[in-house]
């Protein structure tokens, strides 16, 4: 039992250890056209996902008020949250750690953010901002983060291909989840979401 349990495990290894493409295109609000088209075993098995957006129908301004009102609240306390030195420490050092282990290939990438209160995209923006000017861009890999400080809004379009190692990003996500700073970052906004 335990020798089949060993291969087991040695095979599951082996099978995360195997690379994995990523060719994507999507742009947001486009209802066809946006796709992902994933890579594995060495080009032996290719899987195409195409993403389509749902049509629904617009709900009243009224209907939308209270759903409005508790995405800010969590867009504040986000934003809360990040001004913490270590939890913002933390996570930027995964996301660095994720960005290193990724290969990026013809990557466009175009973010346009902002939230409610001008002032508070001012602030996230001062924290964004120097991040941004640090990625590297070349014709291999672009990005361009826009503030949007008139209305509260998330958007983005991106195309390219990426490769990674799947063990590799498990355990970088597993050393962030029992890291304490993020356990204290995600409790306090609990905390600040029940206050509102």
């Known amino acids: 039992m335990f020798i089949w349990i060993s291969l087991l495990l040695l095979l599951l290894v082996v099978l995360l250890s195997m690379p994995i493409s990523l060719r994507f295109e999507f742009e947001q609000h486009r209802t066809h056209g946006n796709e992902i088209v994933v890579t594995c075993f060495f080009g032996l098995v290719n899987s195409r ?15 939308n008020k209270p759903k409005e009102q508790e995405e800010r609240n969590e867009g504040k306390a986000v934003f809360k ?33 902002g939230l409610d209160d001008p002032a508070d995209t001012g ?14 861009s070349n014709h291999q890999f672009s990005v361009l983060i826009e503030p949007d400080f008139l209305n509260p809004s998330f958007q983005f379009d991106c195309r390219g291909t990426i490769r990674f190692i799947p063990l590799q990003i ?4 597993v050393k962030l989840f029992f ?18």
């Open 123 to 136: 602030q996230l923006w001062a924290i964004v901002g120097p991040t941004s000017a640090l990625l590297p």
């Open 81 to 113: 949250v990040l001004l913490q030195k270590r939890f913002r420490h933390r996570i930027f050092e995964t996301l660095s750690d994720l960005w290193c282990s990724i290969s990026k290939h013809n990557i466009k990438l175009h973010i346009k953010a």
């Open 170 to 173: 498990i355990f970088i996500l």
């Open 179 to 196: 890291s304490p700073p993020f356990w204290k970052g995600l409790w306090y906004i609990r905390a600040e979401n029940q206050q509102c």
């Open 49 to 63: 996902i195409l993403l389509q957006e749902k049509a629904t129908s617009k709900p009243s301004r009224k209907m």
